[in-house]
């Protein structure tokens, strides 16, 4: 049974950082695509960054040059460090994993999710 499990949310204030992580169990993780989404109040939920099994990344345009997502294939956990933070970045964050190449949609597992909250 493929778990996914988030930790690190928090209340930050503006310009402050975060380090999200994500432990994956039951999957062979060096063989899966990591990603983080997120989803803030009312809004859809959207999709943050990707890295692949090699270390390949991808990011949206909105987090571009302050989150950076990187993965211990040892450890099995994947990690998204946020910087600069703004209120637009509040949001529950999740954690995703899909085969093959990194991808925006089209994820298999999902983790539950964790808040983050950056004041102005």
């Known amino acids: 049974q493929v778990q996914l499990v988030e930790s690190g949310g928090g209340l930050v204030q503006a310009g402050g950082s975060l380090r999200l992580s994500c432990a994956a169990s039951?999957?062979?993780?060096?063989?899966?695509?990591m990603g983080w989404f997120r989803q803030a109040p009312g809004k859809e939920r959207e999709f943050v960054g990707a890295?692949?099994?090699?270390?390949?990344?991808d990011y949206a345009d909105s987090v571009k040059g302050r989150f950076t997502i990187s993965r211990e294939n040892a450890k099995n956990t994947v990690y998204l460090q946020m910087n600069s933070l703004k209120p637009e970045d509040t949001a529950v964050y999740y954690c995703?994993?899909?085969?093959?190449?990194?991808?925006?949609?089209?994820?298999?597992?999902w983790g539950q999710g964790t808040q983050v909250t950056v004041s102005s």
């Open positions: 995703a994993a899909r085969v093959l190449v990194v991808s925006r949609d089209n994820y298999n597992y």
């Open positions: 039951g999957l062979t993780f060096n063989r899966y695509v």
């Open positions: 890295i692949s099994w090699t270390g390949f990344t």
